[in-house]
């Protein structure tokens, strides 16, 4: 029985480049909002910081503009990889919203725990705080009573818990390692960037970066345990960093060491074939959020947003728009696309418009953020 809240509505040397630059040098699993997204609601930012986590609410407008609204700590630290500088978690997914049951999920990567917050509008109330069941977290996927989160060090591990009347429940038989070389450096570039469900929930999603530079897929049984081990689907120098889905359920991928965008069919056993790919022409492409059969792709090293048309076994290119330094994590919700920038821990505001042009709206600052990754909206 769900628990319910009220709501308001690479290679090294490719992302060596952001990890090496200063701030100063640069020029999305996101919420995709229905209806309710015209009559405002929320943007929930985490600041990753080392010496204390937060959440920082934003109140969001009709006209897409937001207003701080409050600052909840998670009672954890943030964590940084080693060579990270815009991106210290160096993921996608360290915040996730469960908006049914109108729960935030946020990992403290420096402590080892996952914390849970019940939402309402724009304040947030601390359910809990969770071992991780591992070393530094920094993914959380979470689809109707199963909740997954992603380890980087130590070789990397997803931990699944249960989700039963708004508790997280770890359980110790959903623990998975994922093999990859703990001394592989550097750091930032070969942890784990994603864990993600499948829009069915009958598949967890890994993404290794440049560790193995492949994807491992888990099939989840109806009790939600995960496989005993992956399906590999190795993607040499592509280096997956992050993930989306597209209508059809087709796996949308950002990849690192290319700089590219691609989709691939999932199969029964969770084997990936390619449909297409298409290059951003631009540096350090990370992250994937998306809003309808447009995808946007993150640039940290270009300070940029690429976006895509990906229809099935097709993929445009619809252009580049600049952002604030250092891109990194994005939302979505109804027209609007929230970006996440690192360099200076601001958040650019944007509207969608047909054709993938963005509309700047303005940009606020989210204290204590440098380096911060987490994002999600309503």
Known sequence: MRFTRPLLGVTAGALATLALAAPGAFAAPGSHGGPAAASGGAVFVQTDNVAGNAVVAYKRSAAGRLTQAGTYKTGGNGGALEGAKVDFTASQGSLALDAEAGLLFAVNAG?????????????????????????????????????????????????????????????????????????????????????????????????????????QVFKVEGSGAPAKSAVVTSLPEKVPFAVDFDSTGNLVVAEAGANAVASFAIAGNGSLQELASAGTGQEATCWVTHIGS???????????????????????????????????????????LYVQTGAEGVVDEFRALPGGKLQPLGKVTVPNSVGGEGIVAS
Request: aromatic share 8%.
């Open 294 to 336: 447009t995808f946007y792709l993150s640039n940290a090293a270009s300070g940029s947003i690429s976006a895509f048309a990906v229809n099935g076994s097709a993929v445009a290119p619809l252009g580049n728009t600049a952002t604030s330094p250092g891109t990194v994590d994005a939302a979505t919700t109804g027209k609007f």
């Open 111 to 215: 402590s080892n725990t996952i914390t849970e917050f019940a939402v309402e509008g724009t304040k947030l109330t601390k359910e809990q705080t969770v071992p991780s069941g591992g070393e530094f977290p920094v993914s959380i996927a979470v689809k109707g009573e199963s909740l997954y989160v992603l380890n980087a060090r130590g070789g990397g591990s997803i931990q699944g818990y249960t989700l039963a009347d708004g508790k997280l429940t770890l359980q110790a038989g959903w623990n998975r390692p994922l093999g990859l070389d703990p001394a592989k450096a550097p750091e930032f570039t070969s942890t784990p960037g994603q864990v993600a469900f499948t829009p069915d929930g009958s598949k967890l999603v890994v993404t290794t970066k440049g560790n193995t530079s492949a994807i």
